[in-house]
C-alpha cells in the first residue's frame, strides 16, 4: 500500500527565506531517493509556513528515506530555526 506524508513546516520570520531555499534544495534528492512516486513542496510567504507533500511506494520506502535524511543532519538542521515543531501526518493510500 502507498503511504503519503503531509507536512507543515513553521519557520521563524527571520529565517524563512532560507529555510524555504533549504527544503527547496532538499526536493530533487527526494525526488530520486527509491520508492518516492511524488514530492512537491508549497511556500506560503505570508502566513510564513512551508507544505511538504510526498507520496511514496510504501511505508517501508518512507522510513527508509527519513532515516536516510536522520542520518544525514537534515531534519536537526532545520529543526532549529522553526517557531514552532512542524505538523507532520502520514496516511495510507489504497
Known sequence: MKEA????IYP???????HAEAVLEMLPGTRDF??????????NRERCEIGVFHLWE???????????RAERGDLDARSATMRREQDFRTFSVP
Open 12 to 18: 521563524d520570520a527571520d529565517t524563512f527565506e532560507a
Open 34 to 43: 527509491p520508492g518516492c512516486i511524488e514530492a512537491h513542496v508549497g511556500i
Open 58 to 68: 510504501s511505508p517501508e520506502h518512507l522510513n527508509r528515506y527519513l532515516d536516510w
Open 5 to 8: 506524508v503531509f507536512a507543515v
